[in-house]
């Protein structure tokens, strides 16, 4: 019976979770959890990677020991983020997404090309932290020049286990530098933006659909982390993002065009799955993306600044040495009464590491809001913001797209949220059904699975896999109720 390793890098902890398909059914057991603290340095915030890719390695050989049958292991993180390499050698450690270096690269891109015209062109969400800004700011600083290659995290990953050097398209999708899908046009970087941006492309690898097996674990990996030399390397959705929707039931007991998403972790992202973008003035002016899914769908969505706006409050009490329990804040959020005042969660000021109730403060200040100085209010203040936010980007998604949508799936570490999820289903009027918790690591097993033969079908056979697997809750305005 094979096995597959899922290695789901987040913005707090990576995990490693071995997965197997019983009789239609995926089990799932995780193997190890390691902590993922960006590092603030003088000349900014960085990733520790090579934290992470000997955590996530010790975990895969632990793996291997304790399933003597794993196959293959695969990695999805967060997106945008990436290595500068030369000669196979990474030259620094990575920048992290959330670090503001990028803010004159900006400029200078959109002195070159506007942003209604880059839009048309990749069909992204701005964001200042998009791959194409990075590197911009990398080149101004001299050190792109330095580099022969330029690898995402999960690619990076890839190239060390297995020395094959290639850019997965879900992630590729969110560089900014890769032109959106057109049917009949083979994938490839977009070279016009590159010389547009003095951007050199011979930095950029081949790109890789999910599904592609990048080859067998080097044996001296093999060696140093004690894993089978039988273990082969597949590229899945390596966006997390991708590989979570990959896990949401959606069109299961539904139609299919009636249903969205919303993979609710450090951040929230909440769209339709598509066959094609959406690229009109309008989709850029409400701030969605395309971003390339699994099988070719598109991922339509907004970027919401999520749960991270929780997890900077608590990181920011413990710092100024009155430390708060999360779920002990919840319960009391959750017995809060009476009207709560909310914020605009995607202000660009919330984005930086740093004070986040005191930036909280100054926008409620702002708008003549009374600020919160009871932490389970503060929290209540927050999760209610998150939810207006969702229900204001659903109603965009349906205005966008012309659909109309009756259920949204909450998947990913909010579905555990019960306050957030009641309160969205307030928000947004219409059932939310909360589940998968562990979407991104699912998604990323069942492409496993399916590549090496142990399932087969399209996306939504997968995601009837999923939901005989892991029922989910279902959140009414006033109601919560199991199902299955
Ligand atoms: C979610 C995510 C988002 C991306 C953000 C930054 O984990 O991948 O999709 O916009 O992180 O990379």
Redesign the pocket.
Known sequence: MSSFAAVDL??TSGRVVVGTVVDGSLRMEPVARFENTPVRLPDGWHTDVLALYAAALAGVGRASREVPDLESLAVD?????HGLLRGGRLLGNPYH?RDDRTAAAVEDVHARIGAAELFSRNGLQH?P?NTVFQLVASARVGDLALADRVLLLPDLFGFWTTGHEVAEITNAS?TGLLPVARPGRADDWDRELLATLDLPGSVLPELVAPGTSLGAVRDDVATEFGISGAVTVTAVGS???ASAVVAVPLGVGEGAGDAAYL?C???S?IGAELDSPVLSEEARCAEF?N?RGVDGRTRFLK?VM?LWLVSETLRTWAKQGRPADLNTLLEQAAAVEGPVPVFDVNDPRLLAPGDMPARIAELLGEQGDPVPTDPALLVRCILQSLARAYASALHDVDRLTGRRTRTLHLVGGGARNTLLCRLTAEAVGIDVVAGPVEATAIGNLLVQARTHGLLSGDLEALRRVVARSFPPRVHRAGATTNRG
């Not at 993180?77 to 983020?81: N, R, T």
């Open positions: 987040g913005a993180s967060w997106a945008v983020d997404y964001q932290f969110t966006h997390d993002t993979s972790g450090t951040w992202l993306t971003e970027n999520g």
